[in-house]
């Protein structure tokens, strides 16, 4: 009965399996949440107040979350489970953008990389709501309630460190100008896109509202926009993060040092 609920839960009842190219773009989104959370949970007893211990780790739950109903609907375009998914692959077979395998840095990385995640998963699922697959309709609509609290918390954090102390200002700004150079790949369309039109969200066409929220933030804030170039990025292409693989080594240790066992 608690599988049958659960299943339920993350996919919605009487889910038809995915297609070959609806399980490629939710591999996108799911291994986007999958690292991000990973990332995210180091985070626990090394924050700056106890408060961002709870905080951060339940935006890390909260994108877990949306990473098994991803992934658990990828894998049933060919009978792989969320498990297989996450434990079983390896760099090279994850789809995650660059920005989201971002190290943490000090805390001023964390909350931009959080600021440019979080705004660009709420435009995307804010859009994927309408999608004609029903599945990825019903992930987007749980999954936008808490990233729009995810963006909102950055957003406070930013505005916080970049008015605070000269210290933290400059921190903010060593930060910003790290992360920058990860933004355009989120945007870039890649040829699944256009298999996938009325089902997946093109996200060339977030740009402009993502653009308009973080302009507000840094004008608020009294930011400026890098000028640096672009990363190459190809995460989508299966291209890794240089630092993926390390990432992955410590989320698959136990799975893989102990198949099969069960808790």
């Not at 992930?139 to 970049?162: C, G, M, N, S």
């Amino acid at each position: 009965m608690v599988e049958h609920e659960l299943a339920a839960e993350l996919l919605g009842d009487d889910a038809a399996p995915a297609s070959r190219d609806v399980a490629e773009y939710a591999l996108w989104l799911g291994d986007d949440a999958l690292i991000l959370s990973q990332q995210l949970m180091q985070w626990v007893a090394r924050a700056p107040e106890l408060e961002e211990d709870v905080a951060l780790a339940n935006i890390a739950l909260d994108q877990l979350g949306h990473a098994r109903s991803l992934l658990r609907y990828a894998g049933t375009a060919d009978g792989r489970s969320e498990d297989d998914l996450a434990f079983w692959r390896d760099d090279l077979q994850f789809r995650a953008a660059w920005l989201f395998c971002l190290p943490n840095g000090d805390f001023a990385h964390t909350i931009v990389r959080q600021l440019v995640a979080a705004s660009f998963q709420f435009a995307l699922y804010s859009a994927l709501q309408s999608s004609a697959d029903a599945t990825l309709a019903a992930i987007a609509a749980k999954a936008v309630k808490e990233v729009e609290y995810h963006r909102d918390h950055a957003v406070q954090w930013t505005l916080r460190l970049a008015g605070g102390t000269d210290e933290s200002r400059r921190r903010m700004l060593v930060a910003l100008r790290d992360t920058w150079p990860y933004v355009d790949e989120l945007f870039r369309d890649e040829p699944v896109i256009d298999r996938l039109e009325g089902i997946a969200v093109r996200p060339s066409a977030l740009r402009a509202e993502v653009d308009r929220v973080l302009d507000a933030v840094f004008t608020e804030a009294e930011l400026d926009r890098p000028e640096v170039a672009p990363s190459s990025g190809g995460g989508r292409r299966g291209i890794p993060f240089p630092a993926l693989g390390a990432i992955l080594a410590e989320m698959q240790v136990l799975a893989r040092a102990h198949p099969g066992v069960t808790w």
